[in-house]
């Protein structure tokens, strides 16, 4: 007698034309994102992986697996291009991880505003709408491969929001389509502040198929390295220039040396020991700039017109947000990372105190952002690791100073950056995936809900309890 076919491998037979792929080496290389950037969650992530990866070509294929995936009660882990780096898009319990890279259409763009399928990668986005003169207000410095509905899904902030902030301030998104995990799937359209609601949800709580993003006007963008002796003057220049409301700037960062000299294609270029200060700045802009870091005691180092004749293909920002770690732990030393706020106001403060504090322990790396309308920094410094009780200690001690912590460690999603529990993102899952099949383990509130845990024990995060 045969054996009994498997619920994958019915669900397969039901996907006819859908590219589906099984092959061993697929399922690790899909199931996987930079949660290797983490020693804690390397170690608790790794081997995770999905029983089956589909890669629907259309919005009509989409909803086919889902419907598919729904009536068999099988879960699903949603994926853009993989670039997470809290494990968010790891099958943390098997079934499908549905690819939706070939969504990739940019449905429209007008001034001001654009309208792209969840799989569109933020660059080729860009392209699309620089045709009628504006660009995206911000970017990850993942840009080149993320995909805009993994941006939504899962990051949040960028190279642009020194002038923008994060992407959740009201005014950044516009709308976006979603759909339910049904075994009739809806597709549900969210504007404004709702759109929000499903906003750095590692999607539990519905499929992204649209994205509809406010837009900024393309400037022609020169990029630039300011160095000096003292990382203080450099976050204070950085500063400075974040306030400079004449100056137009895109992106702007700050870094404590030894963090440059893991920046191997710049080692030509950066001085030995100093602290730099990267932005992207306004061809108009240029004069009034050079003045203001001559002003501040830097020196400019480098500069790359990035449309003139023999420009340099690589560009700066790729060393500001998580690049910068990315280099850093290439290096191979046995160092880790944090995410940090910093409040307004006492943040250079705060920065100085970092130094006084943890000494050679940190080494600081700043992103300048607008916050309520005010120039603050957030810190992703390289931590050295020694174990993860150490690590523990130097955020307890951070969150003492007044430092917000975005703990880096953890794929809960109220753990990481939200730091609380949404009721919103329980009760956009109830309506949109009542069955918990998204991508499930992810949201601590509803996982206990089901279990019917305290809200008490809600709040305690699992890296903290570990
Ligand atoms: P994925 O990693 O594939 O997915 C992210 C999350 O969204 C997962 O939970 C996935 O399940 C879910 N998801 C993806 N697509 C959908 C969809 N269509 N519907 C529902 N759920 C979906 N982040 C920033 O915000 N700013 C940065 O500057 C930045 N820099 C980074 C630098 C490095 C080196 C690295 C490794 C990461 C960085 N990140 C940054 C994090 C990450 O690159 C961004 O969040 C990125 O935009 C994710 O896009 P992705 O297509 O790779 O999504």
Same mark, same amino acid.
């Given at each position: 007698?045969?054996?009994?076919?498997?619920?994958?491998?019915?669900?397969?037979?039901?996907?006819?034309?859908? @590219?589906?792929?099984?092959?061993?080496?697929?399922?690790?290389?899909?199931?996987?994102?930079?949660?290797?950037?983490?020693?804690?969650?390397?170690?608790?992530?790794?081997?995770?992986?999905?029983?089956?990866?589909?890669?629907?070509?259309?919005?009509?294929?989409?909803?086919?697996?889902?419907?598919?995936? @729904?009536? @068999?009660?099988?879960?699903?882990?949603?994926?853009?291009?993989?670039?997470?780096?809290?494990?968010?898009?790891?099958?943390?319990?098997?079934?499908?991880?549905?690819?939706?890279?070939?969504?990739?259409?940019?449905?429209?763009?007008?001034?001001?505003?654009?309208?792209?399928?969840?799989?569109?990668?933020?660059?080729?986005?860009?392209?699309?709408?620089?045709?009628?003169?504006?660009?995206?207000?911000?970017?990850?410095?993942?840009?080149?491969?993320?995909?805009?509905?993994?941006?939504?899904?899962?990051?949040?902030?960028?190279?642009?929001?020194?002038?923008?902030?994060?992407?959740?301030?009201?005014?950044?998104?516009?709308?976006?389509?979603?759909?339910?995990?049904?075994?009739?799937?809806?597709?549900?359209?969210?504007?404004?502040?709702?759109?929000?609601?499903?906003?750095?949800?590692?999607?539990?709580?519905?499929?992204?198929?649209?994205?509809?993003?406010?837009?900024?006007?393309?400037?022609?963008?020169?990029?630039?390295?300011?160095?000096?002796?003292?990382?203080?003057?450099?976050?204070?220049?950085?500063?400075?220039?974040?306030?400079?409301?004449?100056?137009?700037?895109?992106?702007?960062?700050?870094?404590?040396?030894?963090?440059?000299?893991?920046?191997?294609?710049?080692?030509?270029?950066?001085?030995?020991?100093?602290?730099?200060?990267?932005?992207?700045?306004?061809?108009?802009?240029?004069?009034?700039?050079?003045?203001?870091?001559?002003?501040?005691?830097?020196?400019?180092?480098?500069?790359?017109?990035?449309?003139?004749?023999?420009?340099?293909?690589?560009?700066?920002?790729?060393?500001?947000?998580?690049?910068?770690?990315?280099?850093?732990?290439?290096?191979?030393?046995?160092?880790?990372?944090?995410?940090?706020?910093?409040?307004?106001?006492?943040?250079?403060?705060?920065?100085?105190?970092?130094?006084?504090?943890?000494?050679?322990?940190?080494?600081?790396?700043?992103?300048?952002?607008?916050?309520?309308?005010?120039?603050?920094?957030?810190?992703?410094?390289?931590?050295?690791?020694?174990?993860?009780?150490?690590?523990?200690?130097?955020?307890?001690?951070?969150?003492?100073?007044?430092?917000?912590?975005?703990?880096?460690?953890?794929?809960?999603?109220?753990?990481?950056?939200?730091?609380?529990?949404?009721?919103?993102?329980?009760?956009?899952?109830?309506?949109?995936?009542?069955?918990?099949?998204?991508?499930?383990?992810?949201?601590?509130?509803?996982?206990?809900?089901?279990?019917?845990?305290?809200? @008490?024990?809600?709040?305690?995060?699992?890296?903290?309890?570990?």
């Amino acid at each position: 007698m045969n054996a009994p076919e498997t619920p994958i491998a019915h669900l397969r037979s039901t996907l006819e034309g859908i @590219a589906c792929l099984d092959a061993p080496g697929d399922l690790t290389r899909l199931s996987r994102d930079f949660y290797w950037f983490s020693p804690i969650l390397k170690e608790q992530l790794d081997g995770k992986q999905a029983e089956l990866v589909v890669q629907p070509a259309t919005q009509e294929e989409v909803v086919r697996v889902v419907a598919a995936c @729904a009536r @068999a009660g099988i879960v699903v882990t949603p994926r853009g291009l993989g670039t997470g780096n809290y494990g968010q898009a790891v099958p943390l319990r098997g079934g499908v991880v549905l690819d939706l890279s070939r969504l990739k259409q940019v449905l429209w763009t007008r001034p001001g505003a654009v309208r792209a399928e969840a799989g569109a990668r933020m660059s080729e986005v860009d392209i699309e709408t620089r045709k009628i003169g504006w660009e995206q207000r911000m970017l990850p410095s993942t840009f080149r491969g993320s995909t805009i509905g993994g941006f939504y899904c899962g990051g949040g902030v960028g190279i642009g929001s020194n002038n923008y902030g994060m992407l959740k301030e009201p005014g950044n998104v516009l709308g976006v389509k979603a759909l339910s995990m049904e075994a009739e799937p809806r597709m549900v359209e969210y504007r404004g502040r709702q759109a929000i609601d499903l906003h750095h949800a590692y999607g539990v709580n519905g499929i992204i198929l649209e994205v509809e993003f406010a837009l900024a006007p393309a400037l022609p963008w020169i990029e630039f390295i300011v160095s000096f002796a003292d990382f203080s003057d450099a976050a204070a220049f950085a500063q400075i220039l974040g306030e400079s409301d004449g100056i137009a700037k895109k992106g702007i960062s700050a870094h404590q040396w030894p963090l440059p000299r893991s920046y191997r294609p710049l080692k030509d270029v950066l001085r030995d020991g100093e602290a730099v200060v990267m932005t992207l700045v306004a061809e108009h802009s240029e004069e009034a700039f050079r003045e203001l870091a001559k002003a501040a005691g830097g020196a400019v180092i480098y500069t790359n017109d990035a449309r003139a004749p023999g420009a340099k293909k690589i560009t700066l920002q790729e060393f500001m947000w998580n690049h910068a770690t990315l280099h850093a732990l290439r290096a191979g030393e046995p160092v880790t990372y944090l995410q940090l706020g910093y409040p307004q106001g006492r943040n250079l403060e705060l920065v100085r105190r970092l130094t006084e504090v943890f000494g050679d322990e940190i080494t600081q790396h700043l992103e300048f952002i607008r916050v309520k309308g005010q120039m603050t920094c957030s810190g992703l410094p390289i931590v050295r690791f020694t174990d993860a009780a150490r690590l523990r200690a130097v955020m307890r001690k951070l969150e003492e100073e007044g430092i917000y912590i975005a703990d880096p460690h953890t794929w809960w999603v109220e753990d990481g950056g939200k730091k609380s529990i949404n009721p919103r993102h329980v009760e956009i899952k109830a309506d949109m995936d009542p069955a918990g099949l998204l991508n499930p383990g992810k949201l601590r509130a509803w996982e206990e809900r089901i279990q019917g845990q305290s809200a @008490a024990e809600q709040r305690k995060s699992i890296f903290w309890d570990s």
